[in-house]
Nanobody, 119 residues
Framework: QVQLVESGGGLVQAGGSLRLSCAAS????????MGWYRQAPGKQRELVAA???????NYADSVKGRFTISGDNAKNAVYLQMNSLKPGDTAVYYC?????????????WGQGTQVTVSS
């Protein structure tokens, strides 16, 4: 079993910064990808940023140039540095780990952390 614990959300004014962290524990062998998703009220969950085990990065167009994802393989941790925050970034942010077990791949999710950006 894999447990993900997130931290770092909060309330910030527009233009400010926040750093989200997610740490994994349990059976975390063969992590293929780590990422951050977000879900705003009334909207579907969407990908914000992801990093593969090979270091390939993927960002949503809406956050390119403002957010940076990074990983620490030794700690099984993933981070999201969010700069120049906008009210439109307000959402619950979830970390996601995609882990292989044999021939199958499984998604694990954190509990979510609220990010609120005031105008």
């Amino acid at each position: 079993q894999v447990q993900l614990v997130e931290s770092g959300g909060g309330l910030v004014q527009a233009g400010g910064s926040l750093r989200l962290s997610c740490a994994a524990s349990g059976s975390t062998f063969s992590i293929n990808e780590m990422g951050w998703y977000r879900q705003a009220p009334g909207k579907q969950r969407e990908l914000v940023a992801a990093i593969t085990s090979g270091g390939v990065l993927n960002y949503a167009d809406s956050v390119k140039g403002r957010f940076t994802i990074s990983g620490d393989n030794a700690k099984n941790a993933v981070y999201l540095q969010m700069n120049s925050l906008k009210p439109g970034d307000t959402a619950v942010y979830y970390c996601n780990y995609r882990i292989s077990r044999g021939a199958f791949e499984y998604d694990y999710w954190g509990q979510g952390t609220q990010v609120t950006v005031s105008s």
